[in-house]
C-alpha cells in the first residue's frame, strides 16, 4: 500500500480509471488539480527532468495535436517555460510517492512502481490522455 500524490486534470476520465485501479489495489491517493497547482520550475521538473523532453507533453492536448506546439522542436528550457505557462500540455497523471516519482501512467510500470493487485489489465493500458469522444480533456471547446 502506497500514499500517492496523484496529479489529475479534473474530470478526465483517463485519470479516473487510474485514480480507479490505484484504488482497487488499496493504495492512498492524495488528489490535485494538475492544472491549477502553483508549479515552479524546480517543483515540475522533478518530476519531468529523467524522460526525454517529447514524453514531457499531453499528446492528447489540442495545441499539440494541431501542431501549434511540436514537443519534437524544443529544448528542455524552452520545453519548461510552456508547460508552465501552459499545464494543459503536461502528461498527466503525475504521481509521486515520497521521493519517487512518475510522469503518466504505464500499466507495467505503475505495477512494477507500487503495484495494481490482481485488478489490473494484464497487459495494455488504459489511455493515458483522454478519447476526443469523452470531452472534458483537452480544452473545453473544440477548434
Same mark, same amino acid.
Given at each position: 500500500?502506497?500514499?500517492?500524490? #496523484?496529479?489529475?486534470?479534473?474530470? +478526465?476520465?483517463?485519470? @479516473?480509471? %487510474?485514480? &480507479?485501479?490505484?484504488? $482497487?489495489? =488499496?493504495? /492512498?491517493?492524495?488528489?490535485?488539480?494538475? !492544472?491549477?497547482?502553483?508549479? *515552479?520550475?524546480?517543483?515540475?521538473?522533478? #518530476?519531468?527532468?529523467? !524522460?526525454?523532453? &517529447?514524453?514531457?507533453?499531453?499528446? $492528447?492536448?489540442? @495545441?499539440?495535436? *494541431?501542431?501549434?506546439?511540436?514537443?519534437? @522542436?524544443?529544448?528542455?528550457?524552452?520545453?519548461?517555460? !510552456?508547460?508552465?505557462?501552459?499545464?494543459?500540455?503536461?502528461?498527466?497523471?503525475?504521481? $509521486?510517492?515520497?521521493? %519517487?516519482?512518475?510522469?503518466? #501512467?504505464?500499466?507495467?510500470?505503475? %505495477?512494477?512502481?507500487?503495484? !495494481?493487485?490482481? $485488478?489490473?489489465?494484464?497487459?495494455? /493500458?488504459?489511455?493515458?490522455? +483522454?478519447? &476526443?469522444?469523452?470531452?472534458?480533456?483537452? /480544452?473545453? =471547446? =473544440? =477548434?
Amino acid at each position: 500500500m502506497a500514499h500517492i500524490v #496523484f496529479y489529475e486534470k479534473p474530470g +478526465c476520465g483517463g485519470n @479516473a480509471r %487510474q485514480k &480507479a485501479l490505484l484504488r $482497487a489495489a =488499496h493504495h /492512498t491517493l492524495d488528489v490535485r488539480d494538475l !492544472l491549477r497547482w502553483p508549479w *515552479s520550475a524546480e517543483s515540475l521538473l522533478a #518530476f519531468l527532468a529523467p !524522460l526525454p523532453v &517529447a514524453e514531457w507533453f499531453n499528446r $492528447a492536448a489540442p @495545441a499539440v495535436k *494541431s501542431s501549434e506546439v511540436v514537443p519534437e @522542436a524544443l529544448d528542455a528550457e524552452a520545453a519548461l517555460a !510552456l508547460l508552465l505557462a501552459r499545464p494543459l500540455l503536461i502528461r498527466r497523471p503525475l504521481m $509521486a510517492v515520497g521521493e %519517487q516519482r512518475m510522469v503518466g #501512467f504505464d500499466i507495467s510500470r505503475v %505495477q512494477a512502481w507500487v503495484g !495494481l493487485g490482481p $485488478a489490473a489489465p494484464a497487459h495494455g /493500458t488504459p489511455p493515458e490522455d +483522454c478519447a &476526443a469522444a469523452e470531452g472534458n480533456c483537452g /480544452t473545453s =471547446h =473544440h =477548434h
